[in-house]
Structure formats: C-alpha cells, structure tokens
C-alpha cells in the first residue's frame, strides 16, 4: 500500500502563500486521483481539492477556488498544493488522501483508503 507524507506547512501571515507537496512511497500515484483535505480544530474533516490521474481535471471547494491549485508531477510520484491569498480561516492540518473508493465522490474523506499524517498550516491575521 502507498505511503503519503506531507510537508510544507508552516505559519504564516495572511496574504502570504504555502505549497504543499504531498510525496508518495511504496508505490505509484500515476494511476490514481490524490485529494487533499483540511480538518481544523473540533470540525470535521473538509475537501479542498482533488486532481484525476493525468492532472487533466482539478476540483475545488469554493472556499478555496481561486485562491488554491493542485498540481501533479507523476515522474516524481508527487502531487501540489499551492495556496496562496492565506487567510486565518485556511489555518488547519492538512491531509492528503487516495485510493479512492470506485464509485464513490471525490470530496468524501470517507470513500479513500491512505492517508497521510497530515502537515500543520497556521494563518495568523
């Protein structure tokens, strides 16, 4: 089974910008779809973003759609999120996900199978 791990968390200012590299191990992200998700403390876990296999189709959440993009390199079996515009509200841990259950929707944490440890953003105001 696939290994994730994030990084690239940190604190930073609002306005200011974060790229989080989602970096797999134990085999390959090529073939699947990775999602990335937030969970704050005492809320649920949230979607944020999602990109297919090829990088071809991307998905937001609205709260990020603008302000946020996934990105893939598959030959370094590696998938990005670069935030930028951060504001206080983006303050959360990080998650990136797959295995993503057949039929089931992209923006449910509960339809994928591996996980990350998660990578910690704080947005200070």
């Known amino acids: 089974q696939v290994q994730l791990v994030e990084s690239g968390g940190g604190l930073v200012q609002a306005g200011g910008s974060l790229r989080l590299p989602c970096a797999a191990s134990g085999g390959t992200l090529r073939n699947y779809l990775v999602g990335w998700f937030r969970q704050a403390p005492g809320k649920e876990r949230e979607f944020v973003a999602a990109i297919t296999w090829s990088g071809s189709n991307t998905y937001y959440s609205d709260s990020v759609k603008g302000r946020f993009t996934i990105s893939r390199d598959n030959a370094k079996n590696t998938v990005y999120l670069q935030m930028n515009s951060l504001k206080p509200e983006d303050t959360a841990e990080y998650y990136c996900?797959?295995?993503?259950?057949?039929?089931?929707?992209?923006?449910?944490?509960?339809?994928?199978?591996?996980w990350g440890q998660g990578t910690q953003v704080t947005v200070s105001s």
């Open positions: 996900a797959t295995d993503l259950k057949l039929g089931r929707d992209y923006s449910d944490s509960r339809a994928f199978g591996s």
